[in-house]
Nanobody, 121 residues
Framework: QVQLQESGPGLVNPSQALSLTCTVSGGSITTNPYYWSWIRQSPGKGLEWMGAINYSGNTCYAPSLKSRTSISRDTSTNQFTLQLSSMTPGDTAVYYC?????????????WGQGTQVTVSS
């Protein structure tokens, strides 16, 4: 059973960058066919797919966030990381990591519990 756990700061100042890490257990992030994804949900809005890094290390991003987003991985620790620059209050959301099968398919099989990130001074 694959399990995912997000970690990172709960509060970020405007204009600063966010860095979140997802630790994967019960499976390797180099295992085909998974795309290790970041998804967020802002207050009162639906889920927003942000981007993913696949089992080969290839990345894909949502066009609306591509200029501010970077996803990387550390195969030695079985973790993948989201970096989102130039944070604004509009980036306040619950951030989830998940295991999908594409960029995206909307059929993520495994999810982390989510972590609240608030952007405020």
């Amino acid at each position: 059973q694959v399990q995912l756990q997000e970690s990172g700061p709960g509060l970020v100042n405007p204009s600063q960058a966010l860095s979140l890490t997802c630790t994967v257990s019960g499976g390797s992030i180099t295992t085909n066919p998974y795309y290790w994804s970041w998804i967020r949900q802002s207050p009162g809005k639906g889920l927003e797919w942000m981007g993913a890094i696949n089992y080969s290390g290839n990345t894909c991003y949502a066009p609306s966030l591509k200029s501010r987003t970077s996803i990387s991985r550390d195969t030695s620790t079985n973790q993948f990381t989201l970096q989102l620059s130039s944070m604004t209050p509009g980036d306040t959301a619950v951030y989830y990591c998940a295991a999908d099968y594409g960029c995206p398919t909307g059929e993520s099989t495994y999810w982390g519990q989510g972590t609240q990130v608030t952007v405020s001074s």
